[in-house]
């Protein structure tokens, strides 16, 4: 039923694109001015100069670095990553096991916050000025206040120790065959039931912050929305008031609290960063913290790298959801 | 026979400090089929008359006192026939006179949307962004029909809605279309169907053509007048622009600082205006039918309606205010009877030319002076005194 | 905790059959830190008094009645850093691959003798020559985790592709090997060395031994990932890695039917306390953790049986109220140090090093911070390598000796040091060399052995005067030291800036840093704390000897005290900064033995070609006398390893040997069973 | 009319105005709570010594320094202690485990979080405003299109894995730390102040104001610059209160200057001790002032920005 157009679209996957580019260099510069080269953490201490040149020359580093920056740049957009010398395992292979992981939880909060965010800051707009709306506002902008690590302390403590209700570590349980018996088998039913279950903490803690942006914003523009004639008329055709709001005022604001949601969505990736270390939660905040800190380059390097391109995919979402939002962009007849 | 009739109507809006007194003591009437004008400067309270009958005022609004009574009652109250029935009306539970007529300020919410649209449909100010951007034209036009008529289904709903864009002159296939696709016109147009889609027995139409250009305006108003023969509709046209009034309306009544000046048919009030007021308004628009020379405004601003003065509302910026307009606002006088000498009978009911004005007495010489452009600048320094 | 109290009784009897048995004292201090009332004999620090006490040896069943089966959840408090056994150096990724591996020689755990283990018998000949050839006989009827018979081809294969692929980790044992060949004699193995090394049944013969048939294609070791690609084969007592995900968990099955060559040796049969017919448990689990608190919170959970490493502080007291879990106790195979940079004014004096050492409130550490979970440090090697400490060959208490004390923290009142001793010994000259005298206030008795430090002289003037620099004036001190007329400050440019690493891996550590530069302040030497990451310190320090001082929360140390001395003291592995800068990362950063006023480079030179190992050992300890009085490094502690296991299911586990919970875990793993 | 008049009619409006905008801003509970818990940290910030029951060297059992003797086993045993009032020690709040008092702590770490905040939002203030200012007064130039393109991209940057690289690169200092979050909080001002400054410059005013020959300079200081004000001290808010919470953040990760007390590392350390769920005393206090301090800025934010938009 969308016909959305072409030539939006290009040239929105150009602008990421290019965007991509632009975040590589940056990360290019970025690590190549950090003190120390990261040959060190290969090293070991029996190695001879001669063996430190072979090594440097197998990484690439006694190159000029210009023949760096584009080796660096060809080698990402065919898929090279590299080899992580902390890790020990090609780049890829840790990022295609954390990024799912962290795919997983920053998707179903993005999901969580993008749904309740909208829907509260739905109704505080509309009934704007009222106890309600100042009282639930108050709150959400203490949520917001929240440090994540720390509400997801309280939460375990609560939930998991003192209710014993939910898992607090890991995504899925370890192994099976303990709590099933031998022989187990996953499904994929049961495997999805078991990420859930998992999930459940994190989830709960990062989405108690992460709602609140996506709020502030629907409750803003709902307000402006309200002034509009299109809801006047809507209340004068005898729609009820439900009705006037959801459809009329409601689908209206989305489209300003899409063009916005990249803030909201970093925001959270930022919070999955910080809570997947709260929750024994293998994933990419994990893996960035543990490289950088162990002078990592390669695999610092590509998680930044996964992560921003991560964030052009969210936008490339937003983008084609605010097309489907507002037809004046559909018809390719964006207005400035 | 009146299809609607305001009685001593007053609207506040609540505020931080004292309520805004938007309009006062309101009385007329808007017969069937007929076309009713409400005229005066913006902000004389003629919009929230209008948002009032369908108990649309903003938040703050409500309805101090008074009724607008609706000649018809809601179907349940009714009897198979379509007769009221009687313990309807000998229940004071229901807001239901004894001639059968609904007070439409006593509805309660639910049965008020039912009224709406159903029974008076709209076009509101600056139509022109009463269309929702998201949706499609034809389908807005549905959605008034099947919330009144869900019973209607999906495809005969929209044969309506594209016979009724048909109607005000807009092709067929542009129901598909959005706002953002349509004219200026072309919008006022599709408001103008779309209140047209669920039959109504009256039609609001607040200040319908004030954002268009001139060749829209009367385009826009051959719509209106077509709708309305058509479909045998009264209407309610809301307006500062007396001239469009002039063109459009059988009685109009001019408004100012929430009360109602004058009314009367379109010719009388046109022709023999017995207001101060409405000569003054009547200088500062072009007529139709003799060119003046130059357009006169009326000097000063229209007061401020939180706590007015006891005098008469315009006194300030009337030119033949003497003492007696500052004791009281004046009640309604019968203009007829004032033209005949004898100026102050008071007529409440709203038949024939009434006026409110304590200077009926001297309405001839006011008719004289009131074209001078001399009377309306000495006003200023006695006003400010 | 019953299960705790049969082991401790076994154990004990265990350990005095050993020591007289060998009549070494190897394993001197065990269960330190014990609660119960044999402390006198735990604590008695040499075999000696042994022959008298004949306990009745009370054997442990050598497998045939152990039951086999169960599973055994153990923790890492980091995921492994690959499983490739010839490129990490994850003490994480060894405690899987631990099962996986078995070498041509074993170390003992409880006496470090070099015992068989792949390779039956082997010998050395030609060691006059200065090129010694090495020869030995690989056991029959091994198999590879996979099924697949190991042979003579594979010794030889992993000989020549380490040699020919030279991975770091591998690279000082394979350097001397001039050539591996099948041997022209009665033997199936000849390596010829370029050069004697004392210790070569130990490294030389346990080489990683490698499937020749999984590695034979790998063109460079560092691109195989064993595990992830499903090809874990080695000469182990596992089955299989049967689940393995990199940063979560793995499961290893044993070869538990009690056919395993390799744990069936007489050795261990010999050995009362180590059982043979192992493995018992059918699988362990290996769960991976992101920080040590959530894997503490589930050994109490009572998700793990046990995890790699000791009871940190704060969670003793939990731990101990657990009935679950009872403690291991052993000694430390590591030390926490300070080392000073040699090169810099004044650290190159040893008069300056001592003052610094006489600061450090060891009381502090050991009893506020640490809460008795560790001693006070002294020499370089841990007491867990007794045989090769200063105590055991002069006939001294281990740890307690006053000769050990030298540098004891010189305080007025609690927790206040002698700002004015410590200032006096500074500036009337006299360093501890070795002789007895009263240094501060205390008396040292002098060296245990016949050793003194490398100079006795001071090489600069101190004095205290007007306070220059800003971090005093700060601080409110009212004296500077003044080092041949200059502050500190006017020497390096800049004031002493004292290397740590983040403060959340070691908390405790920042505290007491915190002491001690408190102290250095507010005796006159401006300091300033710097934090780096682990591997940017290891640049900063290794790479690039950028440092004045510098802190290791931990180091593990080697059994064998000559390639330690060699490594970390000898001037070989120092980079001269007096010619030219270079980035290798030698282990000796301080540049010990590169200058004449502080070194031991001879005599660790000849212990390490020492073939006799009584000879060895003597010269090693002292070394480490000499070490400790010339105080490049300040060893502050060594832990008394509290390792918490599941002792109410499982039993098995080695009480009293050097790191039960880490480097010495994977001998638990064939000893382990279920409890009966 | 004498000097006084003339000052009433200069100033007066403005007070007026002043005054409307209090009376906005105080409309909702929300700006004076926000207010009040601001001034209260400011007070710890300044005059801790006041506030806190104890110096921050301050030990159970041990009181104040000089210390007359070490603490005894049992005693270190009971760290980190509960709350004590008198006996055996004065300690409200409870004990760390390095038996200094929390309540102290809380009191001495008001000064980071204010200094992170205000230093955090008044930079990325200082960065933002006059891009925004410059990019929405030359709209539509390649000034503009630079400016926004750099936005752009900078907002599609993970945020807080770039202020780990940076703060892990440079070292973790304050300083560092600061300077790593505004190099991603200028964005939002820059942004929001253009569309303000669009609209602006397109006011009859501006426009007069550049045919008397004023500079452009002069037109976007003199003539934007104070209508853009009032939303620029909305962003410094709520800048602030992210600085705060993205410190904590980083503390957590243990990327937290040691040396200075903060609430962010009083809760990195209870994690590291490994006491998170053992001393309640010592984990919620931080927490909870954290939440408060960065409340508080975008309490006052939200409440400023009903008066920077008085449409409402």
């Not at chain 2, 103008?192 to 829209?216: F, S």
């Not at chain 2, 309306?249 to 023999?272: A, F």
């Not at chain 3, 362990?284 to 992101?290: D, G, K, L």
């Not at chain 4, 590291?272 to 927490?287: C, K, T």
Request: glycine fraction near 8%; include cysteine.
């Amino acid at each position: 039923m969308t016909r959305i157009s072409a030539k939006y679209l290009a040239q929105r996957l150009i602008i990421s694109y290019l965007t991509i580019l632009v975040i590589m260099t940056l990360l290019f510069v970025l690590l190549h001015s950090m003190p120390g080269s990261f040959i060190q953490t290969m090293q070991s201490p029996d190695m001879t100069g001669e063996q430190i040149e072979r090594l440097k020359e197998q990484w690439g580093l006694n190159e000029p670095l210009w023949k760096q920056y584009v080796d660096f740049m060809v080698n990402y957009q065919t898929g090279e990553f590299g080899w992580s010398p902390h890790w020990n395992v090609p780049v890829w292979n840790l990022i295609e096991r954390r990024l799912p992981r962290t795919v997983i939880l920053f998707g179903a909060t993005t999901i969580t916050g993008f749904m309740i965010g909208p829907l509260v800051g739905m109704y505080l707009g509309w009934w704007r000025g009222t106890k309600r709306d100042r009282s639930i506002f108050t709150g959400g902008l203490i949520a917001y206040s929240l440090p994540s690590f720390w509400i997801a302390w309280l939460f375990i403590w609560l939930f998991s120790f003192e209710l014993d209700l939910l898992p607090a570590k890991y995504m899925r349980t370890q192994f099976p065959q303990e709590v099933y018996g031998t022989g187990f088998e996953w499904t994929a039913m049961m495997a999805m039931r078991d990420v859930l279950w998992h999930l459940a903490l994190p989830l709960l803690s990062l989405t108690a912050i992460g709602w609140v942006g996506s709020m502030l914003i629907m409750r803003t523009v709902m307000q402006n929305v309200t002034e509009q004639d299109y809801v006047f008329l809507a209340r004068a055709k005898g729609l009820s008031e439900r009705k006037v709001m959801i459809k009329h005022a409601a689908r209206n604001a989305l489209i300003p609290v899409a063009t916005g949601a990249i803030v909201g969505i970093a925001f959270i990736l930022d919070g999955a960063v910080v809570i997947e270390n709260v929750f024994n939660y293998p994933g990419m905040g994990n893996l960035i913290l543990d490289s950088v800190l162990n002078n990592d380059h390669p695999t610092t390097q590509a998680v930044f790298f996964m992560l921003a391109v991560l964030l052009v995919i969210c936008r490339i979402i937003q983008d084609i959801a605010y097309t489907y939002l507002d037809p004046r962009i559909k018809f390719g007849e964006e207005e400035s | 026979m009146p299809l609607l009739e305001f009685e001593d109507l007053s609207i506040r809006y609540r505020t931080d400090g004292p309520d805004v007194k938007a309009s006062e003591d309101v009385n007329f009437e808007v017969d069937y089929g007929k076309t009713f004008g409400l005229v005066g400067e913006s902000g004389c309270g003629k919009t929230t008359l209008g948002k009032s009958i369908l108990q649309l005022l903003d938040d703050n609004g409500y309805v101090e006192s008074g009724h607008i009574w609706y000649d018809d009652v809601l179907p349940e109250w009714k009897t198979d026939t379509g007769k009221v029935r009687p313990e309807v009306v000998e229940d004071d539970r229901y807001p239901v006179r004894d001639d059968g007529m609904m007070d439409l300020t006593a509805l309660d919410s639910d049965d008020i949307r039912r009224v709406r649209w159903n029974n008076i449909s709209l076009i509101p100010q600056s139509s022109m962004n009463a269309l929702n951007p998201v949706y499609r034209v034809g389908d807005q036009i549905v959605e008034a029909i099947r919330v009144h008529e869900p019973e209607t289904p999906e495809d005969e709903a929209h044969e309506r809605a594209r016979d009724l864009l048909e109607q005000v002159g807009i092709e067929r296939e542009r129901a598909d279309d959005y706002a953002h696709q349509f004219s200026g016109g072309m919008k006022q147009r599709a408001i103008i169907a779309m209140a047209m889609a669920c039959n109504p027995d009256m039609v609001i139409a607040d200040e319908p053509t004030t954002a268009l250009d001139v060749i829209i305006q009367d385009r826009v108003l051959d719509a209106i007048r077509e709708m309305q023969d058509q479909f045998d509709v009264s209407m309610l046209i809301i307006s500062h622009d007396i001239s469009v009034m002039a063109e459009t309306c059988d009685r109009l009544g001019v408004m100012y600082g929430g009360r109602l000046m004058e009314s009367g048919t379109t010719k009388e009030v046109i022709e023999n205006p017995a207001n101060p007021y409405t000569m003054g308004l009547q200088n500062s628009f072009p007529t139709v039918e003799e060119s003046q020379e130059r357009l006169l405004a009326i000097p000063g601003t229209p007061p401020t309606l939180t706590e007015p003065a006891d005098e008469c509302r315009f006194a300030e910026r009337c030119p033949f205010a003497t003492n007696v307009c500052m004791n009281d606002h004046p009640p309604m006088y019968d203009a007829e009877a004032a033209s005949d000498g004898r100026s102050r009978v008071q007529q409440e009911a709203d038949v024939g030319h009434r006026s409110a004005c304590y200077r009926l007495d001297v309405l001839e010489e006011m008719r004289e002076r009131a074209k001078e452009e001399e009377t309306w600048q000495q006003t200023e320094t006695p006003s400010s005194s | 905790m019953p299960g705790r109290e049969t082991n401790r009784g076994k154990l004990d009897t265990d350990r005095r059959r050993f020591l007289m048995g060998t009549g070494a004292g190897a394993l001197a201090v065990g269960m330190a830190g014990c609660t119960g009332g044999d402390d006198d004999e735990t604590d008695t620090p040499t075999g000696e008094s042994t022959p008298t006490e004949t306990a009745t040896p009370e054997p442990v069943d050598e497998g045939e009645d152990v039951p086999r089966g169960g599973t055994l959840t153990v923790g890492l408090s980091q995921p492994p850093k690959g499983l490739n056994p010839l490129s990490t150096s994850s003490s994480y990724s060894w405690m899987i691959l631990d099962h996986f591996m078995s070498y041509g020689t074993a170390l003992d755990p409880v006496t470090y003798e070099v015992q068989p283990s792949a390779y039956a018998d082997w010998t050395v000949e030609n060691v006059e020559s200065g090129e010694p050839d090495i020869y030995f006989n690989v056991r029959e009827g091994l198999t590879f985790t996979d099924g697949e018979d190991f042979g003579i081809d594979d010794v030889l294969f992993s000989y020549n592709y380490i040699m020919d692929q030279e991975p770091g980790r591998y690279l000082s044992t394979v350097d001397p090997i001039s050539e591996a060949s099948e041997a022209d004699n009665d033997w199936d193995v000849h390596l010829s060395m370029e050069k004697p090394i004392g210790t070569w049944d130990s490294s030389q013969l346990q080489l990683p031994l490698l499937p020749k048939h999984r590695w034979e294609s790998v063109d460079s070791f560092e691109q195989k990932t064993p595990g992830e690609d499903g090809e874990l084969v080695g000469l182990g007592w596992a089955a299989d890695l049967s689940q393995f995900e990199s940063d979560t968990s793995a499961a290893v099955n044993l070869r538990n039917d009690g056919e395993y060559p390799l744990t069936n040796l007489q050795w261990i049969e010999d050995h009362d306390n180590l059982r043979s017919g192992g493995p018992f448990l059918d699988t362990i689990q290996f769960r991976f953790y992101q920080s040590e608190a959530t894997m503490n919170q589930d050994l109490l959970d009572g998700a793990l049986d046990t995890y790699y490493g000791s009871v940190s502080v704060s969670q003793i007291d939990q731990v101990r109220e657990d009935n679950r879990i009872g403690l291991v106790q052993g000694q430390d195979d590591g030390i926490s140090y300070f080392a000073y940079n040699l090169r810099r004014t004044p650290f190159d004096d040893i008069l300056f090093r001592q003052a610094l050492n006489m600061l450090w409130d060891e009381i502090y550490w050991t009893q506020r911070l640490q809460r008795d979970l560790v001693h006070d440090g002294d020499f370089v090697l841990p007491p867990g390598y007794a045989a090769i400490r200063p105590e055991t060959h002069a006939d001294a208490d281990l740890l307690t000796d006053p000769a050990t004390d030298a540098y004891n923290f010189r305080e007025d009142s609690p927790g206040v040091p002698s700002y004015e001793g410590i200032r006096s010994f500074l500036e009337n000259g006299t360093p501890i060399t070795g002789e007895s005298g009263t240094f501060v206030g205390q008396d040292y008795p002098g060296a245990l052995q016949d050793v003194s430090a490398s100079v006795n002289e001071p090489l600069h003037d101190y004095s205290f005067g007007e306070v220059k620099s800003d971090v005093l004036k700060e601080e409110g001190v009212d004296k500077e030291l003044y080092v041949n007329g200059q502050t500190i400050p006017e020497i390096l440019g800049r004031p002493v800036t004292y290397l740590m690493y983040p403060p959340e891996t070691s908390p405790e550590l920042t505290q007491a840093d915190e002491n001690w530069s408190q102290n250095m302040i507010q005796l006159g030497i401006p300091v300033e704390r710097e934090v780096q990451t682990f591997n940017s310190l290891i640049g900063r320090v290794y790479a690039q000897e950028d440092f004045d001082l510098y802190h290791m929360g931990w180091s593990n140390m080697s059994a064998f005290g000559t390639s330690t001395l060699y490594g970390l003291f000898h001037s070989d592995n120092a980079d001269d900064h007096r010619e030219e800068q270079t980035d290798t990362l030698l282990n000796n950063p301080m540049g010990y033995g590169v200058f004449d006023y502080a070194g031991d480079d001879e005599r660790i030179s000849s212990a390490r070609t020492e073939m006799d190992s009584e000879k060895r050992n003597s010269m090693v300890a002292q070394s480490l006398e000499k070490i400790y009085l010339d105080s490049p490094y300040m060893v502050f502690g060594y832990d008394k390893v509290q390792w918490p296991a599941n002792t109410t299911d499982f039993a098995g586990f080695l009480q009293g040997i050097a790191a039960p919970g880490s480097s010495n875990l994977s001998s638990h793993f064939y000893n382990v069973h279920q409890q009966e | 009319m004498t000097r006084v008049e003339s000052a009433k009619q200069r100033w007066g409006p403005r007070i007026e105005r002043l005054g409307r905008g209090w009376d906005r801003f105080t409309q909702h509970l929300m700006g004076p709570a926000g207010l009040l818990i601001l001034t209260v940290f400011t007070l710890w910030a300044l005059f801790p010594d006041l506030f806190a029951p104890h110096s921050i060297d301050w030990e159970a059992f041990r009181g104040e320094p000089p210390f007359q003797r070490r603490l005894t086993a049992q005693e270190i045993e009971q760290l980190p202690h509960p709350p004590a009032f008198g006996d055996p020690f004065f300690a409200p709040l409870g004990t760390n485990a390095q038996a200094h008092g929390i309540a102290s702590l809380l009191v001495y770490s008001a000064q980071t979080a204010l200094y992170i905040g205000l230093a955090a939002g008044i930079l990325s203030s200082l960065v933002g405003v006059p891009l925004g200012l410059i990019s929405g007064y030359y709209g539509d130039t390649w000034i503009d299109e630079t400016i926004q393109r750099i936005a752009d991209i900078m907002l599609g940057l993970p945020f807080l894995p770039l202020v780990i690289v940076l703060v892990a690169m440079r070292g973790i200092t304050t300083t560092n730390i600061i300077l790593a979050i505004v190099v991603k909080s200028w964005i939002n001002n820059c942004i929001t102040i253009r569309g303000e400054a669009l609209s602006l410059k397109e006011l009859a005013y501006v426009d007069s104001a550049k045919v008397a020959g004023a500079s452009d300079t002069r037109i976007v200081f003199r003539h934007i610059l104070p209508h853009v004000l009032p939303l620029s001290f909305v962003f410094l808010a709520q800048d602030a209160a992210f600085a705060i919470l993205t410190q904590a953040s980083l503390a957590f990760l243990g990327l937290a200057d040691f040396t200075t007390a903060s609430w962010g590392l009083m809760l990195q350390n209870i994690q590291s001790h490994g006491y998170v769920f053992q001393a309640w005393w010592w984990l919620l206090p931080p927490g909870i002032c954290i939440t408060l301090v960065a409340a508080a800025f975008y309490f006052i934010g939200f409440s400023m920005e009903d008066v920077a938009n008085p449409q409402n």
